[in-house]
């Protein structure tokens, strides 16, 4: 009868160490390429009125309320 738990120092061991570094790759260019959402909450985290919206209607109706429609006069 074999155990059915891992040694905690052979646990990574079935992880392939070029696919790893993909990862972490594909992570770090993830991490400088932002969302669009990501993109219009940083807009209207710095826009105070839109903040105050977002937190009684959230986010993407804030943004859209503030920065949806230009305003042209």
Same mark, same amino acid.
Request: hydrophobic share 25%; net charge positive; glycine share 6%.
């Given at each position: 009868?074999?155990? +059915?738990?891992?040694? %905690? %120092?052979? /646990?990574?061991?079935?992880?392939?160490?070029?696919? #790893?570094?993909?990862?972490?790759?594909?992570? #770090?260019? %993830?991490?400088?390429?932002?969302? +669009?959402?990501?993109?219009?909450?940083? /807009?209207?985290?710095? &826009?105070? +009125?839109?903040?105050? &919206? /977002?937190?009684? *209607?959230? &986010?993407? /109706?804030?943004?859209? *309320?503030?920065?949806? #429609? #230009?305003?042209?006069?």
């Amino acid at each position: 009868f074999s155990d +059915p738990f891992i040694n %905690r %120092r052979r /646990a990574n061991d079935f992880i392939q160490a070029g696919s #790893r570094l993909e990862s972490i790759s594909r992570e #770090r260019i %993830r991490e400088r390429v932002k969302g +669009p959402q990501e993109r219009q909450r940083e /807009a209207c985290e710095n &826009y105070y +009125p839109c903040e105050q &919206y /977002a937190f009684r *209607h959230g &986010y993407a /109706a804030a943004y859209k *309320h503030y920065f949806g #429609r #230009r305003r042209t006069k």
